[in-house]
């Protein structure tokens, strides 16, 4: 079966860290695009970091630079997303995306609250 499914989400205090991941079945991410898009309430999804390829360059929104870093391990077939220094108005369902095929994950919490 072709599909992401994300993991790693949950509630974090203000200034904490966590790691989401982003695991790929049924194929291979290889060298291709991967990104991670996030939806607050009520507000539109937005794209949060981009991975263009394997080893290759990265892409942040302004929001999250400095804190946020996207990687892969390909032999894992596994995207990640490590979040540092989160904030409240980070709270959001955070999605993995593939460009090849257009899949999206079923998304995993993030809760930034004291």
């Known amino acids: 079966q072709v599909q992401l499914v994300e993991s790693g989400g949950g509630l974090v205090q203000p200034g904490g860290s966590l790691r989401l991941s982003c695991a790929a079945s049924g194929f291979t991410l290889g060298s291709y695009a991967m990104s991670w898009y996030r939806q607050a309430p009520g507000k539109e999804r937005e794209l949060v970091a981009l991975?263009?390829?394997?080893?290759?360059?990265?892409r942040y929104a302004d929001s999250v630079k400095g804190r946020f870093t996207i990687s892969r391990d390909n032999p894992k077939n596994t995207v990640y997303l490590q979040m540092s220094s989160l904030k409240p108005e980070d709270t959001a369902v955070y999605y993995c995306?593939?460009?090849?095929?257009?899949?999206w994950g079923q998304g995993t919490q993030v809760t930034v609250s004291s």
């Open positions: 995306y593939s460009f090849v095929n257009g899949l």
């Open positions: 991975s263009t390829s394997a080893g290759g360059s990265t």
